[in-house]
């Protein structure tokens, strides 16, 4: 096995595997999927952090089981912003958006029935790891589509510079990891 970093998110273990970005920097990949012990945990504390909030939004992909285990256990609706348009989705927006996990440029979409969902409510804005906050600001501008408020933004971990962000809510500082 490779290098990882180990650290406690939500009272519990876990080790990171370390993977370049480049040829200065490593990140260390925290990955929900399979790991309900984890998600439960995560979405209990963030629930505890949480502002008051109506519904949930999250981008399709790593922070969905996060998602809806924070809405199962709130007893809350969550709304997923796509990686694609589907045929079920009616006069759908989209954002372009530029995560430092994906080589290339993404679009996220969302329907109208979602547009709909979220005006006038309170949307708790929630995703597995803020980083350079590029997926945070397509979500944003998601919401802004609708008459809906922000409430508060949430992740399990806040990469680099995130953490030293005031208004993002998190649970642990996850660092980056430079080299020569």
Same mark, same amino acid.
């Given at each position: ?14 080790? !990171?595997? !370390?993977?370049?970005?480049?040829? /200065? ?19 209990? @504390?963030?629930? /505890? ?23 199962? #256990? ?15 989705? #009616? ?19 969302? @329907? ?9 409510? /309170? ?21 802004? /589509? ?33 080299? @020569?």
């Amino acid at each position: 096995m490779g290098k990882v970093y180990k650290m406690k998110i939500a009272g519990l273990d876990r080790e !990171l595997p !370390l993977c370049p970005v480049n040829e /200065k920097l490593d990140i260390g990949a925290f990955v929900m999927f399979s790991d309900v012990e984890l998600t439960i945990a995560c979405a209990r @504390d963030l629930l /505890k952090k949480a502002p008051d909030f109506d519904i949930i939004l999250t981008a399709e992909s790593k922070g969905i089981p996060l998602a809806y285990e924070m809405a199962r #256990q709130s007893g809350k609706e969550y709304i997923l912003a796509r990686k694609g348009a589907k045929l079920y989705m #009616q006069n759908v927006v989209s954002i372009e958006v530029k995560s430092i996990t994906t080589a290339k440029i993404q679009t996220l979409f969302i @329907d109208s029935v979602d547009i709909e969902k979220m005006n006038g409510k /309170k949307v708790l804005i929630v995703d597995d790891v803020i980083s350079t906050g590029e997926s945070l600001h397509a979500l944003e501008a998601l919401v802004a /589509k609708s008459t809906a408020t922000i409430t508060g933004k949430m992740a399990v971990l806040a990469e680099g510079d995130a953490a030293d962000r005031k208004d993002i809510i998190f649970l642990e500082k996850l660092p980056l990891f430079f080299h @020569d």
